[in-house]
């Protein structure tokens, strides 16, 4: 594979690495085996950028694509699309690892990857909490609570158009 962007993580000895058809891999760096396959883009990467501490991964596709991951369970945290020229870099990971800067239309846009303050907006875009339904689709066995604080718990399951 011809690498085209690459990041070695010295704590947990492996190295993740894209190929000019976008595909990005995490190997073993003692074996060099492919241990995980992450969701690429369509065509090479421009970069992939790690978070000061490790955590999270940006990579930033020619495609127009900036994606968000979870560098311990390779979980794609977001997928945002970039208007900038294919020549210019498509999104910037803050050190901290809680945002990323994306150039939109009219400028670049600050996106942020903070739990609370994405929940938050989850809550207000919903307007409520997970019905009891929608609570056991996605946690399982997990028992119900509420996730936010200013709607009432959620009763059954949520219909189209209600």
């Known amino acids: 594979m011809m690498v085209t962007a690459a990041w070695w ?8 690495g894209s190929d000019y058809a976008g595909l990005v891999q995490e190997y073993d760096a003692e074996t060099a085996a492919s241990v995980a396959t992450l969701p690429g883009s369509r065509g090479a990467l421009q970069d ?7 955590r999270r991964l940006l990579s930033a596709g020619q495609d127009g694509n900036v994606q968000v991951f979870d560098t311990r369970s390779w ?7 970039s208007f900038a020229p294919e020549e210019v870099t498509q ?10 800067a994306v150039n939109d239309r009219l400028g670049v846009t600050e996106w942020t990857l ?8 989850a809550c207000t875009l919903a307007g409520r909490n997970l019905s009891h339904t929608e609570w056991a689709t996605y946690f399982g066995d997990e028992g119900y609570r ?12 949520i219909s189209p158009g209600t």
């Not at 979980?75 to 699309?81: E, N, Q, V, Y």
């Not at 903070?114 to 907006?121: I, M």
């Open 9 to 16: 993580d010295h704590d947990r000895l492996r190295v993740v």
């Open 48 to 54: 992939l950028t790690v978070s000061d501490e490790g």
């Open 75 to 81: 979980t794609r945290l977001g997928a945002i699309p």
């Open 91 to 100: 999104g910037y990971l803050r050190p901290d690892g809680l945002a990323v």
């Open 114 to 121: 903070r739990p609370e303050d994405l929940a938050a907006a």
């Open 146 to 157: 509420r996730t936010c604080p200013d709607y009432p718990s959620g009763e059954g399951s």
